[in-house]
């Protein structure tokens, strides 16, 4: 059972390029999410998904764009790559409703990236 | 400032010791509140989820929320080597889409040395 899965695990992009992290899940949970992780500022919340073909902004969503076109897949989009977007992001997945509750969110290992 | 605050350490301490990790909060309307653990160069992993105000023991864990003062922490008896981690205190409002829409701390570095 992988869980949650990220691609690629380290990127290094030149400012102004643009790519995209995958995420999949093989737990067949509804809700997924995209979070960045800086030091000093915890895991900040960019864009989520309560379910295929919905997506929803965050705390941080500017400069990022998502699409749910699969239940499993969750992907993250940077059209034009800034340094300010150097982060480490995560991907995580949880149930929906009650089955949720205790606010377990399963995370992905990381995508490493760095915009130079 | 920042609706939830953590104390990011580092904090070193020998093996067998208690450790007291605290979180504050500002947002009033949090009612779930989460410790997540994250080893070096992996994701967080859900350690204790208390609801409301009290306390919850599991194993060596314990949580504690104190509403009133918008306070919460996690205290570790006996540690380890293995609780080397960051300690992510992490909470959210009442129930819908907000399930998975946590507000989390900067996180604190836990050091246990043999």
């Known amino acids: 059972n992988a869980g949650v899965t990220q691609t690629p695990k380290f990127r290094v992009l030149k400012t102004g390029q643009s790519m995209t992290l995958l995420c999949a899940q093989d737990m067949n949970h509804e809700y997924m999410y995209w979070y960045r992780q800086d030091p000093g500022m915890g895991l900040r919340l960019i864009h989520y998904s309560v379910g295929e073909g919905t997506t929803a902004k965050g705390e941080v969503p500017d400069g990022y764009n998502v699409s749910r076109l699969k239940k499993q897949n969750f992907l993250l989009g940077l059209e034009s790559a800034a340094p300010s977007q150097t982060s480490v992001y995560f991907c995580a997945s949880s149930y929906p409703g009650l089955a949720g509750e205790s606010g377990e969110l399963f995370f992905g290992e990381g995508s490493r990236l760095t915009v130079l | 400032q920042k609706e939830v605050e953590q104390d990011p350490g580092p904090l070193s301490v020998p093996e067998g010791a208690i450790v007291s990790l605290n979180c504050t909060y500002s947002n009033s309307a949090f009612q779930y509140f989460m410790w997540y653990r994250q080893y070096s160069r992996k994701g967080p992993e859900l350690l204790m989820y208390?609801?409301?105000?009290g306390n919850k023991e599991d194993g060596r864990f314990t949580a504690q929320v104190d509403k009133s003062s918008k306070y919460i922490s996690l205290f570790i008896r006996d540690s380890q080597p293995s609780d080397s981690a960051t300690y992510l205190c992490a909470m959210r409002g009442p129930g819908g889409t907000s399930y998975g829409k946590l507000t989390f701390g900067q996180g604190t570095i836990l050091t246990v040395h043999p």
């Open positions: 208390t609801y409301s105000s």
